[in-house]
Every structure is written in C-alpha cells, then in structure tokens.
C-alpha cells in the first residue's frame, strides 16, 4: 500500500537508527525489515500504522531536543 509514493521502504529510511533499533520499535525481525524494504507492497497495513506512530513520536522526541538546544542557545 502506498500514498503519494511514501511506501515501507521509504517511511523505514527516515526512521535514522539502526535496522535493529527499528525491527525492536515496530516489533518484528531484521529479517521482515530488510524484506519489506526490498517488497514494500508485502508490508502489512498494521505494520505501517505501527511505523507511523514510532516516526510521529521520534519526530515529537526530536522536535523537542531541538527547542531545548534553541532555548539554550537563546534563540
């Protein structure tokens, strides 16, 4: 399943970690990731929704490192 072009294998790759890092945060083998990288369409819908939820909270966790460097920076 895809939207607008954004598959697994292009959602995985903005994860920034390790592929054990993200099969232990999604939950699943290092194995399925590199499969599901090579055949994004096998990736199942649960799986994907999964992988939504791990990016928008590593996007909160990052997005609020980043007002903390720019507070101490004092910007």
Do not use: C, N, S, Y
Not at 19 to 28: K, R, S, V
Not at 29 to 44: L, S
């Amino acid at each position: 399943m895809t939207v607008a072009g954004l598959d697994f294998k292009r959602a995985a790759d903005l994860f920034m970690g390790t592929e054990e890092e993200l099969a232990l945060a999604l939950g699943i083998t290092v194995e399925e990731i590199r499969r599901f990288r090579r055949v994004p369409e096998e990736a199942p819908r649960e799986l994907l929704a999964r992988l939504g939820r791990t990016l928008v909270e590593r996007g909160r966790g990052m997005t609020r490192v980043g007002e903390m460097l720019q507070e101490q920076a004092g910007e």
